[in-house]
């Protein structure tokens, strides 16, 4: 499984259709796809929210990037993620 950050900004109308449903229904669209919600936050700032899954693959991620913008009318930038850990091995490995 992969790690993926979904950040995303509400619209108007996105705003006026909150609801525990549709955050339930947006954690089922993960689910569906294989994945797992480890997180969900708001934030204030550049973005207004925040979702953090594990997700099988990176085609399984744009499709729920996607399903998650149909679903709630929210635009998400979506972004693979590794940790710090790793990325220092990587880092440290020669090409």
Do not use: W
């Amino acid at each position: 499984m992969e790690k993926f950050i979904f950040m995303g900004r509400y619209s108007i109308e996105s705003l006026k259709e909150m609801s525990i449903e549709r955050t339930e229904k947006a954690i089922n669209l993960i689910n569906e796809l294989g994945g797992k919600v480890e997180n969900i936050y708001a934030l204030l700032g550049n973005y207004d929210l925040i979702i953090i899954a594990q997700i099988p693959d990176t085609e399984k991620a744009m499709k729920a990037s996607l399903g998650l913008a149909i679903l709630t009318g929210i635009s998400f930038s979506t972004c693979p993620a590794i940790s710090v850990k790793d990325f220092d091995k990587i880092v440290g490995e020669p090409t």
